[in-house]
């Protein structure tokens, strides 16, 4: 059974960085995705960053050039370095995976919150 845990949200100011942390954990788990969506409010899921043993990692264009994802290469652990941050970056995090065989699994989410 896979189990996901994501930490490092809170309350920053505009300008201000936040690290948030995904880890994935089962028994002979082999993650292939790693990824970070946000929800904010009245606003459906959205991809922000996304981690492949196929390829690079991508970006949200809103996010690209403050946002960084930090994975080791078949590491079940991602980072998401997210600086200079803006009040519309306010949501919930979410960390999905999924393994090699396909199973998806999404974290409970994490609020991160911008003050203007």
């Known amino acids: 059974q896979v189990q996901v845990w994501e930490s490092g949200g809170g309350l920053v100011q505009t300008g201000g960085s936040l690290r948030l942390s995904c880890v994935a954990s089962?028994?002979?788990?082999?993650?292939?995705?790693m990824a970070w969506y946000r929800q904010a409010p009245g606003k459906s899921r959205e991809l922000v960053a996304r981690?492949?043993?196929?390829?690079?990692?991508s970006y949200a264009d809103t996010v690209k050039g403050r946002f960084t994802v930090f994975r080791e290469d078949f590491s079940n652990a991602m980072y998401m370095q997210m600086d200079s941050l803006k009040p519309e970056d306010t949501a919930v995090y979410y960390c999905?995976?999924?393994?090699?065989?396909?199973?998806?699994?999404w974290g409970q989410g994490i609020q991160v919150t911008v003050s203007s």
């Open positions: 999905y995976t999924q393994t090699f065989a396909s199973v998806e699994k």
């Open positions: 981690s492949s043993t196929s390829g690079p990692i």
């Open positions: 089962g028994s002979h788990l082999r993650v292939e995705t």
